[in-house]
């Protein structure tokens, strides 16, 4: 596959709105009843099985896109590690998954750590991020053997050698200065972060020095991440080149170099984020080019692994028509199940999965169900006549959805239901009114 929408090669594709859109899981199609059909599964049949709203994933999507990432590093470089940042997707069956296709993980939590150590990944393929790591996280990645710590403050380098009774292999997470075009709330890599050290204020040269003056911990990399939802190619490069020219100041001479996340992928119809083949290309280039000797190349995609391999559906409860103003279509869920548009005024499609092959001829305006004005999933989106009790669904809900679920109104989280050859499996199961007394003291 050499770019997600050039996967869908069916002969459907060329009038199939559904099949040939970079924004549905691949191998989406309408299905001769005219409905969505997410991983061979009728998405109408099966929310009227499993309930509205539900998270649902075409599990070979996600195995393709893992092996493009495979695929694309093996033709460059013989030694590499795709790690899967499980923040964007931290599920059970998507460890395990991920795990099977032979992907590392990256975990920011003792909980995801938990997760991915549950799901059979074998610690030594583990990396542990977080700013503000605690004491416990710590000592359980400790306990657990997990292959490297990636230190994001001083207090860490002091808290972790002291626990540490062994040689830990470590990475200094740097921050480059490089400010990615995203929103600000996911860029990472300018020098005005949580995130990190910096290299013009001498916090990362300092880092190096205390890590080699520590008792356990043996620095065998770098890291850098310079954002999320990025479509340009250059940042990158040049965050390669500062690692660089960081490296050689200081007469290191990296084992690892991981240069983060990040590819941008497509919410919309037009959406043209770059190929995985390129971006790769342009991390080993860069890497190739100013190291020396090349170290192994990690990098650490999240959302373009899981993004576009889930939509999320959703029941039409209310239409409400204000004459000159706006329709509103009230879905059973919002900013519980997906809190992007609110965080990052993120922009979705919509879609009736009823009548998936009718043109849109109607600007409607989904909200949630929340108790809150701005509990609106898209603003002004182009659907078909909307009708109460229509499925709704929203495509390239894949990554930060489920991960960013809460309970706001007490509303239950939705289950992950994973598609695979027409059949569907509940991976996380809906949680239940009494879910919501289950932690009452
Ligand atoms: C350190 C780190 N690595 C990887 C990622 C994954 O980024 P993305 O989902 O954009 O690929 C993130 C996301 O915020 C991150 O903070």
Redesign the pocket.
């Known amino acids: 596959m050499s770019s997600s929408s050039d996967n869908r090669g069916s002969v459907a594709a060329a009038t199939d709105p559904i099949a040939s859109s970079p924004v549905y899981p691949l191998g989406s199609r309408v299905n001769e009843r005219g409905r969505l059909e997410v991983g061979g599964c009728d998405v109408v049949r099966l929310v009227a099985e499993h309930g509205t709203p539900a998270y649902i994933y075409a599990e070979q999507d996600m195995r393709e896109r893992a092996a493009e990432y495979l695929r694309a590093f093996s033709e460059r470089s013989s030694d590499f590690e795709v790690i899967f ?1 499980s ?2 997707f931290p599920c059970t069956a998507a460890y395990r998954l991920f795990e099977r296709e032979g992907l590392s993980v ?1 975990v ?1 939590s003792g909980g995801e750590l938990h997760m991915a150590l549950a799901a059979g990944f074998d610690p030594g393929r583990i990396h542990l ?1 977080g700013n503000n790591k605690t004491r416990r996280e710590l000592e359980y990645a400790f306990d657990n053997g997990v292959g490297h710590l ?1 230190l994001d403050s001083f207090d860490e380098i002091e808290l972790a050698d002291r626990l540490l009774d062994r040689p830990q292999r470590v990475l200094i ?1 740097i921050t480059p200065g490089i400010e990615a075009s995203t929103h600000s709330y ?1 860029q ?1 890599g300018q020098e005005d972060s949580k ?1 990190g050290f910096g290299l013009a204020d001498g916090l990362a040269e300092q880092a190096v020095e205390r890590v080699r003056a520590s008792k356990h911990l043996e620095l065998v990399g770098l ?1 850098a ?1 310079i ?4 479509y340009e190619l250059e940042p990158y490069t040049k965050a390669i080149e500062v690692l660089a020219d960081f490296t050689s100041a200081l007469e290191l001479e990296p084992e690892l170099i991981n240069v ?5 992928i497509a919410y919309m119809d037009g959406d043209e984020p770059p190929s995985v083949d390129d971006y790769v290309d342009v991390k080993v280039r860069g890497i190739e080019r100013v190291f020396y000797p090349v170290p192994r190349i990690a990098i ?6 899981v ?1 576009n391999a889930g939509v999320t559906a959703y029941r039409v409860g209310t239409v409400k028509e204000i004459p000159g103003v706006r329709t509103y279509v009230a879905v059973d869920g919002g900013m519980s199940d997906n809190l992007r548009p609110m965080l990052y005024g993120a922009r979705y499609e919509a879609l009736i999965a009823d009548r998936a092959a009718e043109l849109p001829d109607t600007e409607a305006t989904i909200a949630g169900k929340h108790c809150e004005s701005g509990d609106v999933l898209i603003e002004d989106a182009e659907i078909a006549a909307p009708r109460v009790g229509d499925v709704l669904v929203t495509p390239a809900t894949g ?2 959805g489920h991960a960013m679920a809460n309970n706001y109104n007490g509303v239950p989280r939705p289950p992950v239901i994973f598609c695979d050859g027409g059949e569907a499996r509940v991976v996380v199961r809906r949680e239940s009114w009494d879910d919501l007394l289950a932690r009452d003291a």
């Open positions: 940042a923040k964007a990256d920011a991020h990636v997470r996911i990472t995130f890291h991440h954002g999320s939802q990025i983060g996340g990040g590819l941008g650490e995609p999240g959302r373009s692994l993004g990554a930060y």
